[in-house]
């Protein structure tokens, strides 16, 4: 579920990430701005909320009005991109009746959410998606995962593959593994641009220039292949 504000699109988010709310404020919103500059230019093992403050002229105590800590940030930061990109595929297969141009359209969005949007001024859409490349995985890669699962912190996640799973079915309703395809779907996407920046050799994606163009013809390939 969303809203519009002036600023932009507001998703509704699991109030435990947060102690307030960042999108309904323009200091959260800076926070958030600021934030996914930081954590993308620094890893979220260097950022600190010392050094978001310092960098928005603020204070820390001010920061831990709205977290308690970084991973709480880093997961609310990957909940807002997945609701984004679930917000993507709903507005874009909305009234597509053809199974297959519904399928396209979603691995389409899957692979181009990080392009920037004026819906959302106070996120920059490209460095998230950098920021979920590098960081994402750490949301659940960790000790407290099925604590965080308990509390709902990854349904965002799973909403956006329960979505993209319906629409494999819709494709193919004999297709036994719809969840499993769909979440490797956007496993694929984050890694292999990873790969194709940081450790080429594990992928056939290559040119930087073109590699979304690349990847989204090589997922088109992979599920029509593996669906047909």
């Known amino acids: 579920m969303f809203t519009m504000s002036a600023r932009g699109i507001i998703f509704n ?33 260097g950022f600190t909320f010392k050094k978001l403050a ?8 001010s920061i831990y009005r709205y977290f308690e800590n970084k991973h709480k940030l880093l997961l609310y930061l990957t909940c807002w991109y997945w609701e984004w990109v679930h917000f993507l595929i709903d507005l874009n297969v909305k009234n597509i009746e053809a199974p297959e141009k519904a399928l396209k359209i979603t691995i389409h969005n899957i692979v181009n959410a990080s392009t920037e949007s004026p819906m959302t001024t106070y996120v920059n859409e490209n460095l998230l998606h950098n920021v979920i490349i590098k960081e994402g995985s750490k949301t659940y890669h960790n000790h407290e995962v099925d604590d965080e699962n308990e509390l709902g912190f990854f349904q965002s996640y799973k909403g956006v593959v329960s979505k993209v799973a319906d629409i494999i ?9 719809p969840k499993m395809l ?9 890694n292999q641009i990873f790969y194709a920046e940081h450790l080429p050799r594990l992928t056939e994606i290559k040119n930087r220039k073109k590699k979304y163009e690349d990847l989204e013809a090589a997922m088109r390939y992979i ?3 593996v669906l047909n």
């Not at 310092?54 to 105590?61: D, F, G, W, Y």
């Not at 079915?169 to 593994?177: A, D, G, Q």
């Not at 769909?182 to 984050?190: K, W």
């Open 13 to 45: 988010l699991n109030e435990d990430l947060f102690l307030k709310d960042p999108q309904t404020t323009s200091y959260g919103q800076k926070l958030l701005e600021n934030s996914i500059e930081l954590i993308d230019g620094m890893g979220i093992e």
């Open 54 to 61: 310092v960098k928005i002229s603020s204070t820390e105590a």
């Open 169 to 177: 079915k819709k494709y193919n309703p004999e297709f036994p593994y």
């Open 182 to 190: 769909a979440s490797n779907l956007f496993e694929m996407a984050n």
């Open 223 to 225: 599920v029509f292949k």
